[in-house]
């Protein structure tokens, strides 16, 4: 009995130790187990996850840089401020996984957390994503009802934003129903205070010659109200004009110099208020009732300010002594601005005479027919600094010499008064045109410096030194042919193909420009101007350029552009020019079929 029992009491104890070492050592030991094999698995994917974000922030890292340095050579220092900025945030996270993938991550495995995340990775992307997206709305515009933003003000549309980072409304006026154009410039949408410092420092002086009504500035935001000029630009009048006839007719050439001489007078009035417009182009030229009407005052300057000289402006119609002498720090008031202006007139007349920017400066040829006298005021305006006209009003009385006689091809150059010749003896009125209207073969104007049109044959006169050099050529060409010890040429893999011309906007995207082989650029120059006067539809602009080569791959061949890109940008290609092998370059169409290499 006694015996039973013993057994029956140790039977219970022992289920009962078994009881209590499964419960607090089996069962604590497979947890164990089974947690280290968890860690384990947690840390393979963390370490894999880290390191393959580190190889990724610091990519990102880098190109934020590389932008932010372009931008830099692009004077576009807000952007630079925002590159740099993200450029800092990807560096730290690159910092911060990497400290995970050494320290943080091991402690996990042997049960020591470390402190919680706090790096909010996942909220900086969120908020990169938002930033985007508000870009994209500043690009195609906010669908947001803006009609209350303006005191005294409805709007009714909006225009394109350009360049400079605001948003530009077209509104009538609720005291008067007139309609003007505002520019407003937000801090919360990504405006920068040097643009909004920049665009108000000549709002007075401005609103006194009438060229702004209102204008507004506090600490959130900056507006002002311009008068509202219904018409094409000056890109699209000229290619009309030049789709007319193979040749500008002595009544087109008088409807030429009525725009130039209101442009001229316009500037006129800019200078003696003491302004300087520093961004005379085709596209900020609108042509309405006749006349030409300057727009846009982002880069309007006083004369006699004490900042420095920047190198803003547009390629081909910005005059190359005003980088040379913003590149030295030259201050405004130490060079008379007016004449810069006065370059870009100039440049303005050659591209209505030969409907393409002049590629060569003051050097560009005349492909086209035109009278030497008109000839002679644009080489005048685009000489060099100290050989050009002092002021506007030179070139404006050439310019009314020539409107004041009845067949403008009889007057010589030595008629003009900045030459010995006689002023116009009644002054000449400021000339309105009304020109048939010819319906742009493209429903979205071009915003560039042209060329416009489509692509003319011309006939040249042939000239001995021409002759001389076929010849020439043709001595070479035998020579190359029978030389047996010549090298053999590796042919590249890149073919070289005749394009169709494109029937929209051609940005020139021109690395050439750094080049320091003066033959290679006048010869990409030469083929710019060629594709120009075939008809492609090219125009040079350095805001659209540094946005451009933020997606522009560097080896368009192998990597395609998409369309998308392309129609945020309103282009129907890019037309790229690189630094090629042996001194020469290489010229690459890029649309959204892919990238071709031009003869």
Same mark, same amino acid.
């Given at each position: ?392 009003? %030179?070139?404006?009385?050439? /310019?009314?010499?020539? #409107?004041?006689?009845?067949? =403008? +091809? *009889? ?131 350095? %805001?659209?350029?540094?946005? /451009?080569?933020?997606? #522009?791959?560097?080896?368009? =061949? +192998? *990597? ?40």
């Amino acid at each position: 009995m006694v015996t039973a029992l013993f057994t029956c009491f140790g039977t219970v104890v022992g289920l009962v130790g078994a009881v209590l070492l499964l419960v607090y050592v089996v069962i604590p030991i497979i947890g164990h187990v089974v947690g280290f094999v968890c860690r384990l698995i947690r840390f393979a994917f963390q370490e894999l996850r880290d390191v393959l974000l580190i190889s990724i922030a610091l990519f990102v890292g880098v190109i934020k840089l590389l932008r932010a340095t372009l931008c830099v050579v692009l004077a576009r220092w807000d952007i630079v401020h925002k590159e740099t900025e993200a450029a800092k945030r990807r560096f730290i996270e690159a910092y911060d996984r990497t400290v995970a993938v050494f320290v943080e991550n091991p402690l996990r495995v042997i049960g020591i957390e470390t402190k919680n995340e706090k790096h909010g990775y996942l909220h900086q992307v969120k908020n990169e994503a938002e930033e985007a997206v508000n870009q994209i709305k500043k690009v195609v515009g906010d669908s947001s009802n803006p009609e209350d933003k303006f005191d005294g003000y409805k709007v009714i549309g909006t225009l394109p934003s350009g360049g400079s980072g605001a948003k530009i409304y077209i509104a009538t006026s609720i005291k008067n129903s007139s309609t003007v154009v505002i520019k407003n410039f937000e801090l919360a949408s990504g405006s920068q205070l040097p643009q909004i410092v920049r665009e108000s420092r000549a709002m007075e002086a401005a609103k006194k010659l009438g060229l702004v009504i209102e204008h507004h500035l506090n600490n959130n935001r900056f507006w002002y109200a311009m008068p509202y000029h219904a018409g094409d630009h000056l890109g699209v009048v000229t290619s009309n004009l030049h789709n007319k006839s193979k040749k500008l007719t002595s009544k087109q050439l008088q409807t030429v110099l009525g725009y130039q001489q209101t442009l001229l007078h316009t500037l006129k009035e800019y200078h003696s208020a003491g302004l300087w417009h520093k961004d005379v182009k085709p596209e900020n030229i609108i042509i309405h009732d006749g006349s030409a009407h300057l727009v846009d005052l982002g880069l309007v300057t006083p004369l006699a300010s004490a900042m420095t000289l920047t190198t803003h402006g547009t390629e081909y119609f910005r005059d190359p002594e005003l980088v040379r002498q913003a590149m030295r720090g030259v201050k405004v008031h130490q060079v008379d601005g007016s004449r810069f202006d006065v370059f870009g007139a100039g440049a303005v007349l050659y591209f209505m005479l030969e409907n393409t920017f002049p590629a060569h400066g003051g050097l560009s040829d005349f492909s086209k027919e035109s009278p030497e006298s008109i000839r002679w005021i644009v080489r005048r305006a685009m000489a060099d600094y100290d050989k050009r006209y002092t002021s506007i009003d %030179e070139m404006l009385l050439d /310019v009314e010499k020539v #409107l004041s006689v009845k067949d =403008i +091809s *009889t007057i010589r150059p030595a008629d003009l008064p900045s030459l010995g010749g006689e002023e116009p003896k009644v002054t000449v009125k400021r000339t309105t045109v009304n020109p048939t209207p010819v319906s742009p073969k493209r429903t979205t104007p071009s915003t560039g410096g042209g060329p416009f049109g489509t692509a003319r044959v011309y006939a040249y006169k042939t000239k001995p030194t021409g002759i001389l050099a076929v010849l020439v050529s043709i001595l070479i060409g035998v020579y190359v042919v029978f030389d047996v010890n010549a090298p053999t040429k590796v042919s590249t893999p890149e073919t070289i193909v005749e394009v169709q011309i494109p029937a929209g906007r051609i940005l020139v995207v021109n690395d050439l420009l750094s080049s320091s082989t003066s033959n290679e650029r006048k010869t990409a120059s030469n083929k710019i101007a060629e594709l120009g006067v075939a008809g492609w539809d090219l125009f040079v602009d350095a %805001e659209k350029e540094a946005s /451009v080569r933020s997606w #522009l791959p560097s080896d368009p =061949i +192998s *990597t395609a552009v998409s369309g998308s890109k392309l129609e945020s940008e309103n282009l129907t290609g890019i037309l790229l020019i690189k630094n090629g092998e042996n001194a020469a370059y290489k010229m690459y169409y890029v649309d959204q079929n892919g990238a071709s290499v031009l003869p």
